[in-house]
Structure formats: C-alpha cells, structure tokens
C-alpha cells in the first residue's frame, strides 16, 4: 500500500536553487544518460535534486525504468515522491551516479558535504563504474578550500579529541562545530555524528588520508583523486 498523505506526494525543493538555469541545463545533458533498466546513485542537494527531476522526465517521456541510490534521506523521500523505486548498496550496485560539488579545482579534486552526507556520498562514488559530478562554472577554484570549509564527520564521543588533534595540523586556521538551522545545537548526520567545519590555509596532497588517521574521524569532504567526470 502507497503513503497517500501529503508529504508522500511532495517533490520540490523547498529552498532557493542559485544558478538554477545553468544547473537545469546541466541537469538536461546528464538524463540523457539514462538506459532503461539503470540503477543510478543519486547524490544529494540542489544539483542532484535537478538531475533527478530531468531523469524523471525521461522515464515518463519515453517509458525508461530505473531504480535508485540515494545518498540522503532527503533524496529517499524525493525518489518516494515521484515513483523512483529506491534500492540500497549493500543490496545492488549502481551502474553510474551522478552528485554536485561545493568546488571544484583543475585536477578535478572536490569539495563537498554541505550537506552533511559525505560518507554516503563516498561510498556511493566508490562504488560508481561511472561517476558524474554536475556543477555550474561558480565551483571552480584555482585553489581547494577557497571558499569553503572542509566538512569532518565526527564520531560525537570524539569531538573534544578531534579538534585538538586538528590544532596541531600547521595548515588548520580555524576549527567549528556545525550548528543546525531549524534546531536548537549541532547539526546530526544520518549516522548519528557530528561535523566539524575546517578552514585550511591551504589543503597539500594526502590531507583526505591523514584526516581519516585522526581516531574519531569517520569521514571527510575532501574528494582528492577521484576518477570523476565533470559536466
């Protein structure tokens, strides 16, 4: 039996979508990707919440089928919304997946977890044959770390550990608890951890290794080496 109440039914993107004609036509070019029969990874925010819709529009246009991979429940909910079925990674693996990215730098390295998903992400591109990263030209920098912060997911009991541990990294500058926006105290992944915020002065090769050696640490949104492809 199918959810019929109202937020069962509700596919749209409740926030501002910056860029969105450059990220729709994007978004156009990726579905025509899709093979009917395709498992894809769907990765999370507004850009993949676009790439979603454009593969939506496909399968209804042209009668395509393909099951989905989310990497966040938000996505989860959206896939229910519009009839994708969802699957999970340790059941199927994706024939390719498609995600955004906070920036983007001439070696293809990323950063991203603004949305707090990184490990799912990970996982999911790990996974991917063929992994996509849909971005508009304001994500590129000259140099990682330019504009954003590298999200650390934290197990909780370990945040105290972590930070101390990151002071000691010369390239650090400055270290904050990410705070929920519509709750009171810090924001909770979907594993239950935290996320620290990390201002680098600059981000050498081999910082995505040597911030997971930091006991505590369960994951980062550094993206470094990837074999990505950028649309």
């Known amino acids: 039996m199918k959810w019929t109440n109202p937020l069962s039914k509700d596919s749209g993107w409740h926030r501002k979508i910056t860029n969105r004609a450059q990220k729709e036509a994007a978004a156009k070019k990726l579905a025509s990707r899709l093979k009917d029969g395709d498992i894809v990874g769907i990765g999370s925010g507004s850009t993949s919440y676009l790439c979603l819709i454009e593969l939506v529009k496909r399968r209804d246009k ?107 990294v010369k390239e650090v500058k400055h270290v904050v608890l990410r705070q929920a926006v519509v709750k009171d105290g810090p924001l909770v992944t979907e594993y239950g951890n935290l996320i620290l915020d990390v201002t680098f002065s600059k981000i050498p090769n081999g910082t995505e290794q040597n911030l997971k050696q930091i006991v505590g640490v369960v994951e980062s949104g550094l993206f470094m080496g990837y074999p990505v492809t950028i649309i």
């Open 62 to 168: 042209e009668g395509l089928n393909f099951k989905a991979i989310t990497t966040s429940l938000e996505m989860e909910l959206v896939c229910a919304a519009l009839s994708v079925p969802v699957t999970q990674l340790s059941v199927e693996r994706p024939d390719w997946s498609f995600d955004g990215a906070d920036e983007v730098d001439s070696n293809n390295n990323l950063i991203k977890g603004r949305g707090g998903a990184m490990l799912r992400e990970k996982l999911l591109l790990k996974a991917s044959p063929e992994a996509y990263i849909v971005i508009d030209p304001t994500k590129y920098v000259k140099r990682l770390g330019q504009n954003f912060a590298v999200p650390v997911e934290v197990f909780p009991e370990a945040v105290q550990l972590v930070e101390v541990e990151l002071s000691k």
